[in-house]
């Protein structure tokens, strides 16, 4: 099946006299005749649904769409995109050991890594996005579990250097984990180009209607945890899940450990609700990212040549730091929907500019199919330092456009109205 076949049919096949649909299993748990059936589930020697809190058919059909999207080995859905990056770093960490993490992420993710985590024990070391292999081989050690970064980061997007990044996550046999939610596997696949497991916010364009709050975990099924130091717990029996040895159940280890002990224990799944849902929205994401990424174009050269805009950030503008990047890692010419962009002038210009505008709103959210706009500095990225948010990328004026699927002329009327409107 081509990525396209598969946005619209894969994880549901119906049988003879089922549903054409993927049905909503609005069921919290499953009955079968005797015990000894349920407890072959529970030995994982067959296959069936327990309880929902770790798997649901519908559920289960929404994550094998994305399995398959992303040439995964096996997902688990989440409760949100923060969840999903929590309970796969949870995954591979305990206290005592490290992230290594580009600098450029997602607002949300950088908070996790730089407060939450290392309240637990688990430090993150940032690097920048420029960092060269000997500035990140630098800052890993023995306890290093993870090497992190965004295909392409939120809100700055920078396009994350795969070859460098898997090169040295290799080398060091160190897990490496992509945030793929901004180009989506219709654009970029990050398991192609090395990566080991995969998250996403589906709430962003998998979902792409702004309707469901969503995460999910990809399992590229390609790292060796078997016999390697840096990974004791996949190697030695889970007494708490009597004594599987998640080497055994190769090459869905991470996912399946993930699930079965991790999802069992944090509990951040995926409502089935927000799967139907979420599910109905993918079968249409191979012809949204086109339209995305063909608006966000027409949007970028048109702001790129407007007297009040200071510059503008699109992978897909010939002369972008990211060009090269994004002829060489993404798909057909696709680039997304997001641009940044600055404008002459400081934050009062970028209020008097995004309060102007009638048709683009302010919210906060992106990668849906109506356009709308943020401030990073006022909004999402407010309790950063100003240190930190030139770490991140994100200066006073920069302004996220999400440009969604409507008539590019009417985005683009509408933005130049509002620039025509500050000063
Ligand atoms: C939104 C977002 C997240 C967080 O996802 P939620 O579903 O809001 O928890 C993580 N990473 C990126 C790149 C995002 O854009």
Redesign the pocket.
């Known amino acids: 099946m081509d990525i396209q076949t598969k946005c619209v049919q894969a994880g549901y096949e119906p049988k003879n006299g089922e549903p054409r649909v993927l049905p909503l299993y609005q069921s919290t748990t499953y009955v079968y005749e005797t015990p000894e059936q349920l407890a072959k589930l529970f030995d994982l020697s067959e296959d069936g649904h327990i309880y929902t809190r770790i798997s649901n058919p519908t559920v289960a059909a929404f994550e094998a769409k994305v399995n398959a999207l992303e040439g995964g080995v096996g997902a688990v859905a989440c409760s949100?995109?923060?969840?999903a990056?929590t309970l796969a770093i949870l995954n591979v960490c305990n206290a005592g050991d490290n992230i290594v993490s580009l600098t450029t992420?997602?607002g949300?993710?950088f908070n996790l890594f730089n407060v939450t985590l290392r309240k637990y024990g688990i430090d993150t070391r940032f690097v920048f996005p420029q960092a060269g292999y000997e500035e990140i081989a630098k800052v890993i050690d023995d306890k290093t579990k993870i090497i992190y970064c965004?295909t392409l980061?939120?809100p700055n997007m920078n396009i994350a250097n795969f070859e460098l990044l898997a090169k040295v996550a290799k080398d060091y046999g160190v897990l490496f984990m992509v945030?793929n939610?901004?180009a989506t596997p219709i654009i970029c696949r990050p398991i192609e180009l090395g990566a080991n497991v995969v998250v996403h916010?589906?709430?962003?364009y998998l979902d792409g209607h702004a309707s469901c709050?969503?995460?999910i975990i990809v399992d590229g099924g390609n790292f060796d945890f078997k016999g390697n130091p840096r990974y004791p717990e996949f190697n030695v029996p889970d007494e708490s899940y009597h004594g599987l040895v998640y080497t055994s159940v190769a090459p869905a280890c991470f996912s399946v450990k993930a699930r079965v002990q991790m999802m069992r224990d944090l509990g951040s799944c995926m409502s089935p609700f927000n799967a139907y849902l979420t599910n109905l929205g993918a079968e249409t994401l191979h012809l949204r990212m086109v339209k995305h990424s063909e608006n966000a174009l027409l949007c970028a050269k048109a702001l790129s040549q407007n007297p009040k805009i200071e510059w503008v950030k699109y992978s897909g503008l010939e002369g972008d730091e990211n060009y090269d990047k994004a002829q060489k890692y993404f798909t057909d010419g696709l680039n997304s929907g997001m641009v940044v962009f600055g404008i002459k002038g400081d934050k009062e210009q970028v209020c008097d500019f995004m309060k102007a505008l009638k048709l683009i709103k302010i919210v906060t959210h992106?990668?849906d199919t109506r356009t709308c706009i943020l401030h990073p500095a006022t909004t999402t990225h407010r309790q950063l330092s100003a240190e930190e948010l030139v770490a991140c990328g994100i200066s006073e004026n920069l302004v996220r456009l999400s440009v969604g699927i409507e008539n590019p002329y009417d985005l683009i009327s509408d933005l130049e109205q509002a620039l025509q409107a500050i000063y």
């Not at 916010?201 to 962003?204: A, C, I, L, N, Y």
Request: zero cysteines.
């Open positions: 949100s995109g923060l969840a990056e992420i997602y949300g993710t965004e980061a939120n945030d939610t901004l916010s589906t709430s962003k709050v969503g995460g992106i990668a």
